[in-house]
């Protein structure tokens, strides 16, 4: 016969609780309804102020302000400096934020006048380099031309006088 010590048995339990822990219960069959059955949610009655209590209790809010009579001046004047340092520090940081924000356009303005210049300057590249190449054809022709006239004056000497080619 074979004895189980607790040792084992707590083996066997941290075993099994996987298998317990993914077990389902029995649950309540569900009961189908028919569309004559169903009932539409009541509305409200009428939809509170933003901020008023109510509005505040139907999204979970507990808080409501104590009477001044009931608050410490030493909590409040400490909060009116907490207050006052947030409005400074967010004040700072909103112009700081213009500030780069009229810097930046400052830089691509720059920038765009830069590009435009330099777009310019190749348009007026290009329009040298094809006004360039245009010359080099034009030169390539009338060379062309004058070599084909003195080839045909060395083959008649006679009729044809002595010219140079036109740079």
């Known amino acids: ?8 048995l707590a083996v066997l339990a941290l075993a099994a609780a996987p298998v317990l822990a993914q077990t389902t ?12 059955q169903i009932t539409p949610p009541a509305a409200p009655a009428a939809i509170p102020a933003p901020g008023s209590e109510e509005w505040l209790r ?3 809010e507990t808080y409501s302000a104590a009477p001044g009579s009931e608050q410490d001046p030493a909590e409040v004047a ?3 400096r907490l207050n006052a340092a947030i409005v400074a520090r ?3 940081a909103e112009r700081r934020e213009n500030e780069d924000i009229a810097a930046w356009r400052v830089e691509d303005a720059r920038w765009r006048a830069e590009v435009a ?4 300057e190749r ?6 380099v094809a006004a360039n190449e245009a010359a080099r054809l034009r030169y390539e022709r009338e060379r062309a031309a004058w ?12 009729t044809c006088g002595t010219g140079t080619p036109k740079d």
């Open 147 to 158: 070599a084909a006239e003195v080839a045909a004056c060395e083959r008649s000497p006679r």
């Open 58 to 60: 139907l999204r979970g």
């Open 78 to 80: 400490e909060t009116i």
């Open 1 to 8: 016969m074979i004895r189980f010590t607790p040792a084992a």
């Open 123 to 128: 348009a007026q590249w290009e329009a040298n």
């Open 90 to 92: 967010n004040n700072a």
């Open 117 to 120: 210049r330099l777009e310019t």
């Open 25 to 36: 219960r029995p649950q309540a069959p569900v009961q189908r309804t028919t569309p004559q």
